[in-house]
């Protein structure tokens, strides 16, 4: 049930004594304050009684000291009369004592309350809040400087808010006093309000006055300016919106570690990149680490301990389960800076997580292609290297049959068929292998390209007539040259001695692998016509007789050095054949 609201009587009018109107006392239970009031009315009445009396017994003594004079002057002295003199200042001495004991008491008692008003003043007068008192009628009975002063500007007491305010800031006073009147409850709120040209935002709570039969005599109310309170946790406001929609627009997710609670705190982006449920509650430092790899947890927990402990960067790779990841994981780079309190213990440690795993798949990807490329190309340097050493010993091969050619040619133009030959071959071969993927040649096709280079065409014009036969062998890039030397030798002799030089002579070539050593067995075998057996043997012979080697001589010690087989050869009246075995180094099963 609600106060009632009545006119006040001119009672509970206060008076204003040097410019402040009387404190109110302190809150106190409903009738207190009037049996303090009538008490120390009943003391003022006893001691003014008692100051009565004792004029009155004065006087009475005193008019029978006078008559007591007068009748001893004229009778002489009564004794009686004297005795009763005397009781009379005897009784009277307490009760003076008495009196003068409560003068003194109430004399302290309004010392005190005088300087508690002096202690309430300067309270009221140096506080930053608004402090006031309201009659029923909503006139100031009591305000202390802040408001007069400071806000006002002018002496309030016995005005209204109406008078001093603007209507709608007055209408808002109004309506938390009838609030309070109400209810009988205090009312605390906050609002902004424009005073005196000035923007505030104002922080109150009223309350009700009781009088001494309970019922409400006043309003009283305490006010503090809070306008940068409210501007600063408006600004709050907008920085924590602008962080929230930024977060929310990032793709990034954003990380904080309380050290007060050791507990994690993630953003709504972080939740949903490492599976975890929706909310905003703390992590612990286990959920942490159970999404992270377990081969990249340690490795981040010792990098985020040697940040906080040496203050190094904190900026990380790990494997986080998410539920989007192939695997359950994905890479991202967790980076992270701490706030350490002025003793260097940590107070916070907060950062972000950036999902890289494409572009770190793409590094393994271009890591493991660099690899592949630095080891190519330390092949190819490797083969370069062989190949210059093989072309040394081709070239001191080459310069050996030029120098054979030279001693056995009978003119000058057969030397320089034969030189022209051999060069051409060579290139040929070196052509082969520049147009080979990996360097790697195919046995056939090394036939075929070196009989075309030797004999370009036989007596009637046609083709060459060579067959092959065997599986399918490639020669290592090791080995190329050194094989192309020696069948372009082979293919030289058919030619000039053996059925290439004849009108129907053929070449019959077929390989084997042999199971036993892992070499490569070839068997050349001439058909058709070809020179008698003793004039082969005496022109295969006849550098001999200069002081040389026989071409087969030299291409054979070749195979042996280059191709780490050999050559072996018999001259038939059928025709010429030879074996050519080459060792497992140089040779190898071509992919299908």
């Given at each position: 049930m609600g106060w009632r609201v009545g006119a006040t009587s001119a009672a509970q009018e206060s008076r204003v004594r040097g410019g402040h109107q009387e404190a109110p006392a302190a809150t106190k239970p409903p009738g207190s304050e009037a049996r303090e009031a009538a008490l120390d009315a009943r003391a003022i009445r006893r001691i003014w009684g008692l100051r009565l009396l004792v004029i009155g017994l004065w006087c009475v003594v005193a008019g029978l000291s006078v008559a007591e004079m007068a009748i001893v002057g004229s009778i002489g002295l009564n004794p009686v009369i004297v005795a009763a003199a005397a009781t009379s200042v005897v009784a009277l001495a307490p009760l003076i004592a008495w009196q003068r004991r409560l003068d003194l008491r109430l004399r302290a008692r309004l010392e005190r309350a005088r300087h508690d008003k002096?202690?309430?003043?300067?309270?009221?007068?140096?506080?930053?809040?608004?402090?006031?008192?309201?009659?029923?009628?909503?006139?100031?009975?009591?305000?202390?400087?802040?408001?007069?002063?400071?806000?006002?500007?002018?002496?309030?007491?016995?005005?209204?808010?109406?008078?001093?305010?603007?209507?709608?800031?007055?209408?808002?006073?109004?309506?938390?006093?009838?609030?309070?009147?109400?209810?009988?409850?205090?009312?605390?709120?906050?609002?902004?309000?424009?005073?005196?040209?000035?923007?505030?935002?104002?922080?109150?709570?009223?309350?009700?006055?009781?009088?001494?039969?309970?019922?409400?005599?006043?309003?009283?109310?305490?006010?503090?300016?809070?306008?940068?309170?409210?501007?600063?946790?408006?600004?709050?406001?907008q920085s924590e919106e602008r962080l929230a929609l930024a977060m929310r627009g990032t793709a990034e997710g954003m990380w904080e570690y309380d050290a007060s609670t050791r507990a994690y705190f993630f953003s709504e982006r972080l939740r949903q990149m490492c599976a975890l449920p929706a909310g905003d509650g703390p992590v612990t430092a286990a959920g942490v680490l159970a999404c992270v790899h377990a081969d990249d947890a340690d490795r981040l927990e010792r990098a985020a301990r040697a940040h906080v402990g040496s203050r190094a960067a904190f900026d990380e790779r790990a494997r986080i389960r998410t539920a989007q990841a192939e695997g359950g994981y994905r890479w991202y780079r967790v980076r992270g800076q701490a706030a350490w309190e002025p003793?260097?213990?940590?107070?916070?440690?907060?950062?972000?997580?950036?999902?890289?795993?494409?572009?770190?798949l793409a590094e393994q990807r271009l890591r493991t292609t660099l690899g592949q490329l630095a080891e190519a190309l330390e092949r190819e340097q490797g083969l370069a290297r062989e190949l210059n050493h093989r072309v040394r010993n081709n070239l001191t091969a080459l310069m050996g049959l030029i120098g054979l050619y030279a001693r056995s040619a009978r003119t000058p133009e057969v030397l320089a068929e034969a030189l022209r030959t051999k060069v051409l071959a060579v290139r040929e071969v070196y052509d082969l292998i520049a147009g080979a993927p990996s360097a790697a040649v195919r046995l056939d096709e090394l036939l075929t390209t070196i009989a075309r280079a030797v004999t370009p065409g036989t007596g009637d014009g046609g083709p060459v007539r060579l067959a092959i036969d065997g599986p399918r062998v490639q020669i290592l890039p090791s080995a190329v040259s050194a094989l192309g030397m020696v069948l372009q030798e082979l293919f030289s002799n058919a030619l000039k001695h053996g059925s290439l030089g004849k009108d129907g002579g053929k070449i019959h070539v077929r390989w084997e692998p042999q199971a036993h050593d892992g070499s490569l067995l070839l068997a050349w075998t001439e058909h058709g016509a070809t020179d008698a057996p003793a004039e082969a043997e005496a022109a295969a012979q006849a550098p001999h007789t200069n002081g040389g080697r026989t071409g087969l001589e030299l291409i054979s010690g070749f195979a042996r050095a280059e191709l780490a087989g050999s050559l072996t050869w018999v001259i038939q009246p059928s025709g010429f054949t030879c074996q050519l075995r080459i060792g497992k180094p140089a040779w190898a099963h071509a992919p299908a």
């Open positions: 002096n202690v309430l003043d300067m309270i009221l007068d140096n506080t930053e809040a608004v402090i006031f008192v309201k009659d029923l009628r909503g006139r100031y009975t009591l305000a202390n400087r802040v408001l007069t002063q400071r806000i006002v500007g002018q002496d309030i007491v016995g005005m209204t808010d109406d008078e001093l305010f603007e209507p709608d800031v007055a209408a808002i006073f109004k309506e938390a006093d009838r609030a309070v009147l109400r209810t009988g409850e205090p009312q605390t709120r906050a609002y902004m309000a424009r005073i005196r040209g000035r923007s505030m935002c104002v922080a109150d709570s009223k309350f009700v006055l009781p009088g001494p039969d309970g019922e409400p005599t006043g309003i009283g109310g305490i006010a503090v300016d809070v306008t940068e309170l409210y501007l600063a946790r408006q600004a709050l406001a003793d260097g213990t940590l107070r916070r440690f907060a950062g972000s997580v950036s999902d890289i795993h494409e572009a770190t």
